[in-house]
């Protein structure tokens, strides 16, 4: 049986050195307060990439979020121009087959007709319905975007304008 620690995200200082683990840094080392109080020193270690990326990446989300939104909006105005084309084929095929019953067209031929017409409509609940839906999705889209921006706005401009550096993604990753 081994008795060797493996390094894990949450330990004692003891468990990290009997791992063999480098140790954390103890308090005030590294880029905690000068003890004389005061700002963080600038440092530029070369995480532009990384800022940038984040950047990238934080108006990408933007963007898709207002792209699926305009695509919603687009749906719902196909659906509502495909609703009203199915309407008036609905009142076509209706007025046809009232045609055709005053000129004594078999019975079996005008409600076929008649029965054509009212699936056609019955289509069109289906159809109000998914207009409907997609143009509250493309409003979620929108509230998305825009929360996204309210939430991480500040956020991704102090990234973009702050005198220090980012830490590292990998900083954070076994906090």
Known sequence: MSTEVEP??????????ASGAPDLPAPGEGLDAPDSGGDLPV????RIVD?????LTFTLVIARLALAA??????SQAVKG????????????????????ALAVDDSVTSAHHDA??????????ADALSAEAAEM??????????????????????????????????????
């Open 8 to 17: 894990t995200s949450v330990q004692t200082g003891a468990e990290v050195a």
């Open 70 to 75: 305009t695509a919603m909006r687009l749906l």
């Open 43 to 46: 440092l530029h270690g070369g």
């Open 117 to 126: 017409a009212a699936v056609m409509r019955e289509s069109l609940e289906l």
């Open 138 to 175: 493309s409003t979620e889209f929108d509230n998305a975007a825009r929360d996204h921006e309210s939430d991480y706005g500040d956020v991704n401009e102090a990234m973009q304008t702050g005198p220090y550096d980012v830490a590292e993604r990998e900083y954070y990753s076994n906090r």
């Open 82 to 101: 495909a609703y009203a084309y199915v309407e008036d084929c609905a009142q076509t095929v209706d007025g046809l087959a009232d045609v055709a019953a």
């Open 51 to 55: 800022v940038i990326a984040d950047a």
